[in-house]
């Protein structure tokens, strides 16, 4: 007997759910859910899904589908992919881009996120990181010591050179990122001169 799918028994909720409904507008966002899942079963890409699913619901950040040491080979991945993956996340020295692609044109092109600082948002509830579980000089002696792991966590907080980082293990590319928390603080600097920049252009009231 072949194992249940969830995706064909997802499908066929869908579809129940699809009859009940008088909403053209829903039935064909019903629908598209459809065809996705459908695309997933049909192009053998339910392994990628599951393990997309188990990447989703870790505590780690978001998924990332390549690293890049630098900008120029990232950029050469892009400008060579027969297929760019359109609004795909990458690392780029470990900071956070995403893949922007226009398919009629061929417009290829890598943006940086600030997905990574506002997952660092989630983790500061109190303002301020969580209490590190590992200190080292180096990002080898880091390494080394995640990748020694019997079971490799998906984020671990530790202190590199003194300074609070995020160790944070991408599992479907076997890649570990050290992201420093200093990076929130630059963040929230931005945040507060647009603020400030919005307050400033806004018409003063009539009296």
Same mark, same amino acid.
């Given at each position: 007997?072949?194992?249940?799918?969830? %995706?064909?028994?997802?499908?066929?909720? @869908?579809?129940? %759910?699809?009859?009940?409904?008088?909403?053209?507008?829903?039935?064909?966002?019903?629908?598209?859910?459809?065809?996705?899942?459908?695309?997933?079963?049909?192009?053998?890409?339910?392994?990628?899904?599951?393990?997309?699913?188990?990447?989703?619901?870790?505590?780690?950040?978001?998924?990332?589908?390549?690293?890049?040491?630098?900008?120029?080979?990232?950029?050469?991945?892009?400008?060579?992919?027969?297929?760019?993956?359109?609004?795909? @996340?990458?690392?780029?020295?470990?900071?956070?881009?995403?893949?922007?692609?226009?398919?009629?044109?061929?417009?290829?092109?890598?943006?940086?996120?600030?997905? %990574?600082?506002?997952?660092?948002?989630?983790?500061?509830?109190?303002?301020?990181?969580?209490?590190?579980?590992?200190?080292?000089?180096?990002?080898?002696?880091?390494?080394?010591?995640?990748?020694?792991?019997?079971?490799r966590p998906s984020q671990?907080?530790?202190? @590199?050179?003194?300074?609070?980082?995020?160790?944070?293990?991408?599992?479907? %590319?076997?890649?570990?990122?050290?992201?420093?928390?200093?990076?929130?603080?630059?963040?929230?600097?931005?945040?507060?001169? @647009?603020?400030?920049?919005?307050?400033?252009?806004?018409?003063?009231?009539?009296?």
């Amino acid at each position: 007997m072949r194992p249940k799918s969830p %995706i064909l028994e997802a499908m066929n909720l @869908l579809g129940l %759910i699809h009859q009940k409904t008088e909403s053209a507008e829903e039935k064909e966002l019903l629908l598209t859910a459809a065809d996705a899942l459908w695309f997933i079963n049909t192009t053998g890409q339910q392994y990628e899904f599951d393990d997309y699913r188990q990447e989703f619901r870790t505590e780690g950040p978001e998924m990332v589908i390549a690293s890049f040491a630098t900008r120029e080979e990232a950029e050469a991945w892009l400008k060579n992919h027969p297929k760019p993956p359109y609004m795909a @996340l990458v690392l780029v020295a470990d900071q956070y881009h995403v893949v922007m692609y226009d398919r009629d044109s061929n417009f290829r092109k890598l943006r940086s996120t600030h997905s %990574i600082e506002y997952h660092f948002e989630e983790m500061m509830k109190d303002g301020r990181p969580p209490p590190p579980v590992a200190s080292f000089d180096t990002r080898e002696q880091a390494s080394s010591w995640f990748y020694s792991r019997p079971q490799r966590p998906s984020q671990a907080v530790i202190h @590199l050179a003194g300074e609070p980082y995020l160790a944070a293990y991408h599992r479907n %590319i076997d890649h570990l990122a050290f992201h420093p928390f200093s990076l929130f603080e630059k963040f929230e600097e931005w945040r507060k001169s @647009l603020d400030e920049k919005k307050r400033s252009e806004e018409p003063e009231p009539h009296s």
